[in-house]
């Protein structure tokens, strides 16, 4: 081992179903990486829905008890374990959510994740496996980095993840503005699609615009937007949904013939029954998402590093104030991702 780790750290804890008011910041000594693992000092992470469902105790995949929670941060290698050849202290560093998940296809052995059944980033150090790690594009802050491991790779992994993916002049919706959705917005122009985005607050239709987004449907003054969606492309349809809202039927009535929808998730927690109908109305493709693997990261930040590509950041809070920083992002529908510094 390489560098000298502090004699403490501070973690937070939470009990899946504990809520917000769970979150507990303890102090105790830091763990020396093993062989092939790497102490990271977490210098930034991100919230995203998925945080708050293991909050709620309402996250689909196992949750060990005392976990530390959050998926998604960015820091600064400090200690390396013997075997490691691929990192070295210095380096800045993110980490894949599904840390075993290198390349191919989701399998079950790939299924531990980060703030879940392993613990996660919002902590002072963390110990990760070299395997996980992913290098920082350069022109980015570790804020901004920390937006990336499952927001923007869900978001590269719905729009190229199926083997052709988005071809230029092809059209892209994507419900809502999330974190998922505005990266979407933003790679789907990199991509050359013509890119449609919804939203339900008109401040925030302007604010879309200006991210990329060719078109937007306000869900509140037009509840059947798909009907807007086809009208925009002359009744021909969408050739891909992102689907982060959980309005799937909705989202196959504004497909084109052969359309695809990526469907990330629902965000009420609804399951609404289907008509089978529909997927054969277009001959529609629906695969469901789980993020994406350590290769699709990788290719990823090579376009963001290509492109230039910045995150859109809603709000930055201190460490000690983490509980603040959950409560925002559950309640003020923030327009980009809320981030926790942590030093």
């Known amino acids: 081992m390489t560098a000298t780790l502090p004699p403490s750290v501070r973690s937070y804890r939470v009990n899946s179903g504990d809520g917000i008011d769970g979150l507990m910041l303890r102090t105790h000594e830091p763990r020396t990486p093993g062989v092939g693992e790497v102490a990271v ?7 995203g829905f998925r945080d708050l469902l293991v909050l709620r105790g309402q996250y689909l995949l196992p949750v060990k008890p005392d976990v530390i ?3 998604d941060g960015a820091g600064q290698v400090v200690a390396v374990g013997p075997g490691v050849q691929r990192v070295r202290p210095g380096d800045r560093v993110t980490a894949a959510l599904f840390p075993q998940w290198l390349d191919g296809p989701l399998e079950p052995s790939y299924l531990p994740q980060l703030g879940g059944s392993l613990d996660g980033m919002l902590t002072e150090i963390v110990v990760l496996p070299e395997q996980a790690l992913v290098p920082v594009p350069g022109h980015l802050s570790y804020a901004e980095a920390a937006t990336l491991p499952c927001a923007a790779v869900t978001a590269w992994n719905a729009l190229t993840g199926d ?32 890119v449609i985005a919804t939203t339900g607050q008109a401040e925030k239709e302007q604010r ?3 991210l990329g987004a060719d078109e937007v ?8 937007w798909h009907i807007a969606a086809r009208d925009i492309t002359g009744g021909r349809g969408v050739d891909r949904v992102v689907d982060t809202a959980g309005t799937l039927e909705q989202s196959l009535k504004s497909l084109a013939i052969n359309g695809h929808v990526a469907f990330v998730g629902s965000l009420s927690g609804d399951w ?4 089978p109908r529909l997927l054969f109305g277009v001959a529609a493709t629906v695969r469901a998402l789980a993020v994406g693997s350590h290769a699709q990261f990788t290719k990823l930040n090579e376009i963001i590093t290509a492109h230039q590509l910045r995150p859109v950041i809603d ?3 201190p460490f000690e104030e ?21 030093r």
């Open 208 to 210: 879309l615009r200006d």
């Open 69 to 71: 929670p959050v998926s």
């Open 322 to 342: 983490a509980g603040a920083a959950f409560r925002h992002h559950e309640s003020a529908s923030p327009f980009g991702k809320v981030v926790i510094e942590i």
């Open 41 to 47: 000092a977490v210098y930034a992470v991100s919230l």
């Open 315 to 317: 709000r930055t809070f």
């Open 217 to 224: 449907v306000n869900y509140r003054a037009a509840p059947d």
């Open 272 to 275: 609404p029954p289907l008509d």
């Open 163 to 194: 083997g052709t993916g988005i071809q230029p002049g092809h059209t892209v919706l994507t419900t809502g503005s999330g974190g998922v959705s505005l990266f979407v917005v933003q790679l789907a122009k990199l991509l050359g699609a013509r």
